[in-house]
């Protein structure tokens, strides 16, 4: 497994950008999934993006349009650019790698996270 750690979080005023970076310690060509994730107090988790080794990207209906993610293999790097930001958007947010299995629950890295607060 490799260690990830996020930076870039921030307050931000409604409408504003923000771009995460996700920093892996290790090679990331050989993982499959790579997305991010968001929680805010007393909500469930719940996933922002995720982007495969061939580019395909998923986005849930709550951030499309307005987030995009990335990745940078050469770099060992994640990025979250979000842009049109809501005040719903605050929540700590962590990148994660996915399992062997495929699944970000399963076997896969995990960040510390990094707080992203806007402010209305």
């Known amino acids: 497994q490799v260690q990830l750690v996020e930076s870039g979080g921030g307050l931000v005023q409604a409408g504003g950008s923000l771009r995460l970076s996700c920093q892996a310690s290790?090679?990331?060509?050989?993982?499959?999934?790579m997305g991010w994730y968001r929680q805010a107090p007393g909500k469930e988790r719940e996933l922002v993006a995720f982007?495969?080794?061939?580019?395909?990207?998923y986005y849930p209906d709550s951030v499309k349009g307005r987030f995009t993610i990335s990745r940078d293999n050469a770099k060992n790097t994640l990025y979250l650019q979000m842009s049109s930001l809501k005040p719903e958007d605050t929540a700590i947010y962590r990148c994660a790698t996915a399992g062997n299995s495929g699944s970000f629950a399963v076997g896969g890295s995990w960040g510390q996270g990094t707080q992203v607060t806007v402010s209305s």
């Open positions: 982007i495969g080794l061939d580019g395909y990207t």
């Open positions: 290790g090679s990331i060509r050989s993982i499959f999934y």
